[in-house]
T-cell receptor
Framework: DTGVSQNPRHKITKRGQNVTFRCDPISEHNRLYWYRQTLGQGPEFLTYFQNEAQLEKSRLLSDRFSAERPKGSFSTLEIQRTEQGDSAMYLC???????????????FGQGTRLTVV | GNSVTQMEGPVTLSEEAFLTINCTYT??????LFWYVQYPGEGLQLLLKATKADDKGSNKGFEATYRKETTSFHLEKGSVQVSDSAVYFC??????????????FGQGTILTVHP
């Protein structure tokens, strides 16, 4: 297992264009998380999946953002009509879970750096 | 809501110096506490964790103790190395329900260690 994989690593797009990022979690991790990290700040939670169900979304996730995990494996994060303020590192993480266990360790990918020009 | 506050950085030390990075938190219930590290060009890696009060997490010479009475989880290392240069993030995971694994991070502390 090579860990959490994110593609692309870097994306430069023009304002107003749509972009899509992909995350492949660690095999058999049923929880998947998306975070956004801006320069000089810690990651901020965006959304969370348990298998294919999207269970929670942050207020940071505006209507222009949508995330899917159609088969409970990989996930995509799409940003429509990108704005310069969307420029950030988008991080994906996965963890084992379910049940009432307290195994909350999340394993992070290297992220996709988005630059909107 | 939950929040994490880390000491202002950056921190610059000489090799073999003692390191402390302060972290305090605000949360309801009994969160789990973490330190993550981000080396240059790499993703976030879990450094250590503690899941209940008075637990001590440790790894690679780093330690942190979960202090509920002071709502703190300070990171310490007795003798830092150049290879410890990285950004360190304190984080918490809320207790219960779907918030397991949903992390609230501090702003990060840049550590630079000189030979």
């Amino acid at each position: 297992d090579t860990g959490v994989s994110q593609n692309p690593r870097h994306k430069i797009t023009k304002r107003g264009q749509n972009v899509t990022f992909r995350c492949d979690p660690i095999s058999e991790h049923n929880r998947l998380y998306w975070y956004r990290q801006t320069l000089g700040q810690g990651p901020e939670f965006l959304t969370y999946f348990q298998n294919e169900a999207q269970l929670e979304k942050s207020r940071l996730l505006s209507d222009r953002f949508s995330a899917e995990r159609p088969k409970g494996s990989f996930s995509t994060l799409e940003i429509q009509r990108t704005e310069q303020g969307d420029s950030a590192m988008y991080l994906c993480a996965s963890s084992p879970g379910g049940g009432q266990g307290r195994n909350t360790e999340a394993f992070f990918g290297q992220g996709t750096r988005l630059t909107v020009v | 809501g939950n929040s994490v506050t880390q000491m202002e950085g950056p921190v610059t030390l000489s090799e073999e110096a003692f390191l402390t990075i302060n972290c305090t938190y605000t949360a309801t219930g009994y969160p789990s506490l973490f330190w993550y590290v981000q080396y240059p060009g790499e993703g976030l890696q879990l450094l250590l964790k503690a899941t209940k009060a008075d637990d001590k997490g440790s790894n690679k010479g780093f330690e942190a103790t979960y202090r509920k009475e002071t709502t703190s989880f300070h990171l310490e290392k007795g003798s830092v190395q150049v290879s410890d240069s990285a950004v360190y993030f304190c984080a918490l995971s809320g207790a219960g329900g779907t918030s397991y694994g949903k992390l609230t991070f501090g702003q990060g502390t840049i550590l630079t260690v000189h030979p």
